[in-house]
């Protein structure tokens, strides 16, 4: 009986285009989230401070953290500035057949 394991399973999964193309899209979502969980624990805060910090309730910062809602560009910035973090645009390369 072979066992898999998660990364040949993604790996696996992200072959199919329209999972590799839904996969691309959700990516700036969760290092965004990432990003602010990794703060928040390099700083040694609960969600209830985080939540004291930015004006909000500890609730919100769960859903924000769980990936469970679409934040508003207004409160990713008080998160953000809570933290002491910057929000940065920078551009990217274009796909293919894009210019």
């Not at 609960?46 to 919100?60: D, E, F, K, N, Y």
């Not at 953290?65 to 508003?72: F, I, L, V």
């Amino acid at each position: 009986m072979g066992e898999t394991n998660f990364k040949d399973f993604k790996a696996e999964l992200l072959k199919n285009p329209n999972i590799r193309r839904e996969y691309d899209a959700l990516q700036p979502k969760y290092a965004i989230i990432q990003t602010i969980i990794a703060r928040r624990n390099e700083l040694s805060l609960s969600q209830r401070q985080l939540a004291r910090l930015s004006g909000m309730q500890q609730p919100a910062i769960c859903r924000i953290e769980s990936g469970d809602n679409n934040m508003t560009v207004d409160t990713l910035f008080r998160v953000a500035n809570a933290l002491g973090l910057d929000i940065e645009f920078k551009p990217r390369s274009l796909a293919k057949g894009l210019t």
